[in-house]
C-alpha cells in the first residue's frame, strides 16, 4: 500500500489552509509540511495496524498482519486453518471438560503472562503450522478445554479483488 498519495493529500490540504494567511502563512506551511510527512506516515501506518488489529479480532482464529516494506506497509491475511491439530507436546487433552458451543458474536482480550521460554515454543509451534500467535492459541485452547465445535469463520471476500499481502503488525 503506497502511502506517498495520502501524505500528499495531507500536504495539500494543508497548503490550502494556508492561502487564507497570506504569504507568510503560505511559507510556514510548506515547511511543516515537509516536517510532518514522517510523522503523517507514522499515524498512518499506526491506523493501518489498529484497524489489522481489529480485522484480526473478527477473523480469529485467522488474522490480518501489517508488514513494512521500506516506507510501505503490506497486509498478511491468514485465513482460519480447516482443521485444528493441536500438538500434544504442549497442551495435554482434556476429556473432562464440557463441550464449549461456538459463538461468532464476538470476542474478547484477555492478558497472559507467559515464562519467555513457553513464549519461544508458543511462536515456533505457531510457525511450523503456519498461523498467527494468536490463532494458535486459540486452536489449543478450545482443543484443550474440549471444545467440540471450533468457531467457523464467515468467508470474506478482499474489496481488494483477491490479491494477498504480506507483512507484520504490532
Given at each position: 500500500?503506497?502511502?506517498?498519495?495520502?501524505?500528499?493529500?495531507?500536504?495539500?490540504?494543508?497548503?490550502?489552509?494556508?492561502?487564507?494567511?497570506?504569504?507568510?502563512?503560505?511559507?510556514?506551511?510548506?515547511?511543516?509540511?515537509?516536517?510532518?510527512?514522517?510523522?503523517?506516515?507514522?499515524?498512518?501506518?499506526?491506523?493501518?495496524?489498529?484497524?489489522?488489529?481489529?480485522?484480526?479480532?473478527?477473523?480469529?482464529?485467522?488474522?490480518?498482519?501489517?508488514?513494512?516494506?521500506?516506507r510501505d506497509p503490506e497486509f498478511v491475511v491468514t485465513p482460519a486453518p480447516t482443521d485444528h491439530p493441536v500438538p500434544t507436546d504442549v497442551v495435554p487433552p482434556?476429556?473432562?471438560?464440557?463441550?464449549?458451543?461456538?459463538?461468532?458474536?464476538?470476542?474478547?482480550?484477555?492478558?497472559?503472562?507467559?515464562?519467555?521460554?513457553?513464549?519461544?515454543?508458543?511462536?515456533?509451534?505457531?510457525?511450523?503450522?503456519?498461523?498467527?500467535?494468536?490463532?494458535?492459541?486459540?486452536?489449543?485452547?478450545?482443543?484443550?478445554?474440549?471444545?467440540?465445535?471450533?468457531?467457523?469463520?464467515?468467508?470474506?471476500?478482499?474489496?481488494?479483488?483477491?490479491?494477498?499481502?504480506?507483512?507484520?503488525?504490532r
Open positions: 500500500m503506497d502511502l506517498t498519495q495520502h501524505v500528499e493529500e495531507l500536504r495539500h490540504q494543508l497548503e490550502l489552509a494556508a492561502e487564507a494567511g497570506g504569504d507568510d502563512a503560505r511559507i510556514i506551511a510548506g515547511r511543516l509540511a515537509a516536517a510532518l510527512e514522517s510523522a503523517a506516515r507514522l499515524v498512518l501506518l499506526d491506523a493501518i495496524s489498529a484497524a489489522a488489529a481489529e480485522i484480526t479480532l473478527e477473523l480469529a482464529p485467522g488474522s490480518v498482519d501489517v508488514r513494512l516494506r521500506g482434556s476429556n473432562t471438560a464440557a463441550p464449549v458451543e461456538a459463538d461468532d458474536t464476538g470476542t474478547s482480550r484477555v492478558t497472559l503472562r507467559l515464562p519467555e521460554q513457553l513464549k519461544a515454543r508458543i511462536e515456533e509451534a505457531a510457525g511450523r503450522d503456519g498461523v498467527s500467535v494468536n490463532a494458535w492459541l486459540v486452536r489449543t485452547v478450545a482443543a484443550a478445554v474440549g471444545a467440540t465445535d471450533s468457531p467457523s469463520p464467515s468467508v470474506r471476500t478482499s474489496p481488494l479483488g483477491g490479491q494477498s499481502f504480506t507483512g507484520w503488525a
